[in-house]
């Protein structure tokens, strides 16, 4: 199997975008906040924006090395570009839209993506999801060696993008091309990409897998990211040996990392229990506060208690009668509050 | 609810404006009888002129169109220096007198203009011949199909650019299939504006070809020349002028709306912001 060898630099108009990635026959998700050049690396690869310094190759194939000055149009590089608002040409019918990347496996890709019966409409009259599944069958009727694809799911309402997400994933893994996804959306990232990449202003501030980012985050940004509760306050040492932080939200909590000065305390969600009173158990770290917001995700509920948001089941949110205004106690361990450096 | 002293002002100047600007036009069709204006567009200056306008109007179209395309997609999709400059100097003939054009036509393509010596040892004379009216009306008109043209371009969206370049097409295959028909209704609009532009050409035509009936001819320089002869012949080839005029007005309006509701879409793949 093909891999693709992604080595840029090249200024933005803030920062410099500066990074190196392999992607092998996996799906890579490039996380980040707006504007932290995802889309800027996408175009590159696909030859669409020429990086200052930088080379791009798939296998031996190399389609971009400023050193040698080999660069290779877009139209030579095999890459499956999906736009983020799918770019469809609106002239075109759905046939003619998949048929210009390539005639041979028109038919073919039309059925298989459950388009066929849409094959005369133009994009236009034609939903968002059934527009998603035309953009794919489009790039993939060039038959490319790389599949890019650039907020895959952020042109779709709530309810049609769960949907696709698993059309998607399936797709992704029969394929087995090397893909490159950029998203900033988490849940996204972890149901879609084997490795997960997260890019601020330019930089990759880590690369791992979805539950090595949500075991070890790197920095606030990516515990933020991933879903923990951030809380910024003042470290100093602690007579327990733990470190105690001195919480902005005006509570004191303990955490076994070390760390002084300015730092943000991380906890996820589902690391916070709750209770009525302060349990006797092992966790230290006690918050009492009133609810502010009980929201239900299925079996879930999420509850807001003063600064952190708590996950529990809905079937104990019942149990505890927990009802939005009354006074209660989040608790988590020390070992569950990570410390991280912030900027 | 009683109208604001505003509104009332908006409206009588409105009222003023439009009277002043109808009342040519209504001139001409209430001072006609039917009679008049058949006789008048029956009689051999006006059928000789109109057939030298579309002759020349038709040439022009085509050569406007054929060079005027591709100059205006070029500007429209490369960034490059002097840019501004070029985009100006294309439409520099829309605020130039007619008569400077006429004027600097002659001394380009005149007996003793710049290409004068050259012209005449290929045995080319082209001032007062009917090649000279299509010069004239080319270079008066083109600005108005290039500048909308230019616009129509820009108005497509870059993604599908981009994307077509991402399927395989290189950049002709892409300008035909994706750029070309996506400004399709605007380039139909500039070439009516174009066109209108050219029917009507006077200045630099008189000055360049000539006013020689059956050669040179136009339906504007039939009017002037007729007004002190047969003033009524003169009015009924006024009127022809109005209604093609408007007729061609009129498509240059109503070709990008009918070429949008075949062609393209909703919101969310209508060609950007400009359009």
Known sequence: METLHVDLDHALRSFRLSLALDVAAETVALVGPSGAGKTSVLRAIAGLLRPERGRIALEDETWLD??????????????????????????LSVRANVAFGGRDRVDELLERFGIAALADARPGAISGGERQRVALARALARDPGVLLLDEPLSALDAHTRRRVRGELREVLGELGLPTLMVTHDFEDATSLADRVGVLVDGRLLQVGSPSELVASPADAFVAGFTGANLLRGVASASSNGLTEVALDAGF???????????????????????????????????????????VTLGNRARVRIGPVTAEVTTQSAERLG????????ASFKATGARLLSVE | ????????????????????????????????????????????????????????????????????????????????????????LVELPL????????????????RLGLLGGTMESLGLD??????????????????????????????????????SRTLGAGPARTFFRVALPLAGGGLGAGAALAFARGLGEFGATIMFAGSLQGVTQTLSLAIY???????????????LLVVGSALVLFAAKVIPAWRRSTSTSTTLFAPSASR
């Open chain 2, 95 to 110: 605020v130039l007198p007619p008569a400077v054009a006429g004027i600097g036509l002659l001394a380009a393509f005149g």
């Open chain 1, 322 to 329: 927990l009802r939005e205004g009354e006074v209660v106690v």
């Open chain 1, 66 to 91: 400023t050193a040698s000055r080999v660069d290779l149009p877009p139209e030579r590089r095999r890459v499956g570009l999906v736009f983020q608002e799918y770019a469809l040409f609106p002239h």
């Open chain 1, 252 to 294: 004191t909590a303990y955490s076994a990392d070390e760390a002084r000065g300015r730092v943000a305390l991380a906890v996820y969600p589902w690391e916070i229990s709750v209770a009525r009173e302060a349990p006797d158990d092992s966790a230290v770290n006690h918050l009492r506060a009133p609810i502010a917001s009980i």
């Open chain 2, 225 to 239: 020349q007729e007004f002190d002869v047969d003033f009524d012949t003169a009015l009924a080839i006024g009127a």
């Open chain 2, 126 to 163: 082209i001032a007062f011949t009917k090649t000279a009216v299509v010069l004239a009306v080319t270079f008066v008109a083109s600005p108005f199909y290039v500048r909308t043209a230019i616009a129509a371009f820009e108005g497509v969206d870059r993604d599908l650019v981009a994307a």
């Open chain 2, 1 to 88: 609810m009683r109208p604001s002293a505003f509104g009332v002002a908006l409206w009588a100047s409105a009222c003023v404006a439009l009277s002043f600007l109808l009342l040519p036009i209504v001139a001409i069709f209430s001072e006609l009888t039917l009679g008049e204006l058949r006789a008048g567009l029956t009689s051999e200056v006006a059928r000789d002129a109109l057939r030298v306008t579309l002759e020349t109007n038709l040439v022009a179209m085509a050569l406007i169109v054929l060079f005027g395309t591709p100059t205006a997609y070029l500007l429209a999709s490369r960034e490059f220096r002097g840019r501004t400059l070029l985009v100006t």
